[in-house]
């Protein structure tokens, strides 16, 4: 069966390697995804041979091609030789460190490799070694959200760094692990009470170690343990979940109360060294757990109960005399010393103490030797790491280097002609900016200066009043004149004007050539029904029409002229009708004239008034023997233009 999938493996990775060649290189991430999902199917099928597996994708020429895959591969390989030859383990794994470090941008696969490195590191007793590559990858899971490996193997990283970090008393970093680590296992489905209960112990640990707890801290992390270790009733946990609780009673000075727990994991030990007399790390757990129990004794005056325990840690001390520390048997003098100070045998008790201090000192001499050696071997790992990385930058930079400088000459050139277009646009908007200027200080005038024939013949009606003695007319006439006046130098001054103020200019203009041609003509003025003060128009445009309909529709004659004015609102537009009953624009040659220059006057400032609004802005004139008809359509604002403009 082995030997069918691992054929059936082979033909599949085999079959699609012509599909990349013809078509297109398979991208990295592609790979590290396809061989993900060759590790998940190679775990479902244990008898397969791994090791031969993966040295056979190490020969694949498309695999080759790729850092970050022979770096996946190497770590699996390395992954397979730990238990078989810890020596080949850490050639492979160095590789796949080496490889990873090329590929700035992958994470996933520098994830996997430094959590490997830092295992096989820690499998050999290097400790800062292995926190240093454990912290590499649990930095990455810190730092990038978008990380893809499974949230479980996060926890298992975070939880190795925060480890390995509490042996070299680096607390804070474990205990920010930690803490991690249980927000990645609240994400994940099913109860992973095995990693749960490894954070809550490593984060009891963490802060009993480095005395910046606080009991009640203590004691929320130690009813976790025993809630876990309640529903999974795995013995090694009950053990832990013991000892932590005779910690805590010991650390809040109730001895009294810790000595049954501790006397349940001595119980615990003592049963696994008896099965396992071989297992090293049982000799060791009893030998600490009898230290811990002979400092309880003497702490509540139970010195037969001590001196038992002190007799069998020396049979202990004896048998696995090689297998035990430093720090364990300065465990175990200080808790002896503790005992013959507490019951007067002075003698034995200097003796110990003496053997304590030669201890400690092996204990600090020991521990610089290893710091430096395996800080020297630090300092060469981060001088190799940046020296992967500046030879990664120096490829990259020389394989983009044509690529840069087509790049700089394409933008070059694009620039030169950005900047000849941009020149002719410049001169093209100063020359339609001068245009318009002309044209506006031609508005200007036209807005904010009356015909001064108009004016003459304004002053002349009003000295005809004064001279036949018509004081009411005279008031009237010269108070309409002095508003309308009023009123147009004001709305000359504004883009915009509300279509009330300019319907009220009109009212008083036509009111005040009534009087003045003695009400030959009357006029209509029909407003659309809204509120005629929000809508906002170009000031001063309806009156020259109107002013032609007076002068040159009813000039000479006597009565029965009328003029009507009709207001319509369409959308943003606004539509004024001037009609009249006049004898037409092409009655006399002058009046022609003179409409032909308003007219265009008029049509070159909607023209303008439409490039600036982006909408309709014309006049039309119809002109018959039965009169006139004008129709202007205009842009229209509303009031929160102007006030928008006021700001």
Not at 611 to 638: C, D, F, Q, Y
Request: proline share 2%.
């Amino acid at each position: 069966m082995s030997r069918i999938f691992f054929v059936s493996l082979l033909f599949v990775l085999i079959a699609c390697r012509p599909k990349q060649e013809v078509a297109t290189t398979i991208s990295s991430k592609d790979l590290l995804e396809n061989l993900n999902n060759l590790t998940d199917s190679l775990d479902q099928h244990e008898q397969v041979d791994k090791l031969e597996f993966w040295n056979t994708q190490l020969r694949q020429k498309d695999l080759s091609r790729s850092n970050p895959a022979q770096a996946f591969i190497h770590y699996q390989i390395a992954k397979n030789l730990v238990r078989e030859s810890i020596d080949s383990a850490r050639h492979h794994i160095n590789i796949a460190v080496d490889l990873s470090g090329r590929e700035p941008e992958l994470n996933e696969v520098k994830f996997t490799v430094y959590n490997g490195a830092g295992l096989i590191a820690e499998s050999e007793g290097k400790f800062y070694q292995a926190g240093y590559y454990f912290n590499k990858s649990a930095a990455i899971i810190m730092s990038d959200d978008s990380l893809r490996s499974k949230p479980l193997a996060k926890v298992i990283c975070l939880l190795n760094a925060a480890q390995d970090n509490n042996k070299i008393h680096q607390y804070q970093k474990a205990i920010q692990q930690n803490k991690l680590a249980l927000t990645f296992l609240e994400r994940i489905p099913n109860n992973n009470y095995k990693y749960s209960f490894r954070a809550y112990s490593q984060l009891f640990t963490a802060y009993v170690e480095s005395g910046s707890y606080s009991v009640d801290s203590l004691h929320s992390y130690l009813q976790q343990l025993q809630t876990i270790s309640s529903k999974t009733n795995d013995p090694l946990q009950v053990r832990f979940t013991n000892e932590h609780t005779g910690n805590y009673y010991s650390l809040t000075t109730q001895y009294s109360t810790a000595i049954p727990y501790y006397k349940l994991v001595e119980d615990y030990d003592k049963e696994n060294l008896v099965a396992n007399p071989q297992k090293i790390s049982a000799a060791k757990n009893v030998y600490i757990t009898m230290a811990n129990l002979i400092d309880l004794y003497v702490q509540t005056r139970q010195y037969p109960e001590a001196e038992v325990l002190i007799q069998e840690a020396a049979f202990i001390e004896k048998e696995y005399s090689q297998a035990l520390s430093f720090y364990e048997r300065a465990m175990n003098k200080q808790a002896k010393t503790h005992y013959y100070f507490a019951t007067h045998n002075i003698a034995k008790a200097q003796d110990e103490t003496q053997g304590l201090l030669d201890l400690r000192d092996a204990i600090l001499k020991n521990a610089g030797i290893q710091a430096t050696e395996e800080m020297t071997t630090l300092y060469q790992l981060q001088v190799k790491d940046k020296s992967i990385t500046s030879l990664s930058q120096t490829v990259h930079t020389t394989t983009q280097k044509n690529k840069l400088l087509l790049y700089i000459i394409g933008l070059v050139v694009l620039l030169a002609a950005s900047w000849i277009v941009l020149l002719f646009f410049i001169q093209r908007q100063r020359k339609q900016r001068q245009e318009q200027e002309r044209t506006l200080l031609q508005q200007q005038l036209l807005r904010t200066q009356m015909e001064p024939h108009f004016i003459f013949n304004t002053l002349s009606a009003l000295q005809s009043f004064i001279r036949f003695d018509q004081k009411e007319k005279s008031i009237k006439y010269l108070n309409q004149f002095s508003r309308l006046l009023r009123s147009s130098l004001e709305l000359s001054r504004q883009n915009y004007v509300p279509l009330s103020e300019e319907l009220e200019a009109l009212e008083n203009y036509l009111s005040l050539q009534q009087m003045r041609f003695e009400d030959s003509f009357s006029y209509e003025i029909a407003v659309p029904d809204t509120d005629t003060s929000t809508i906002l128009i170009p000031p001063m445009l309806i009156q020259p029409f109107v002013e032609n309909a007076i002068i040159h529709g009813f000039s000479n004659r006597s009565g029965n002229g009328r003029i009507v004015l009709e207001i319509l609102l369409k959308e943003k537009q606004l539509q004024v009708k001037v009609m009249d009953n006049g004898k037409g624009i092409g009655a006399s040659k002058s009046a022609a004239d003179r409409q032909s220059l308003s007219g265009t006057i008029a049509r070159e400032r909607l023209e303008i008034l439409a490039r600036e609004n982006k909408t309709s802005a014309h006049v039309e004139i119809n002109s018959t023997n039965n009169g006139t008809s004008v129709l202007l359509t205009l842009p229209v604002k509303s009031v929160g233009y102007a006030r928008a403009n006021l700001k």
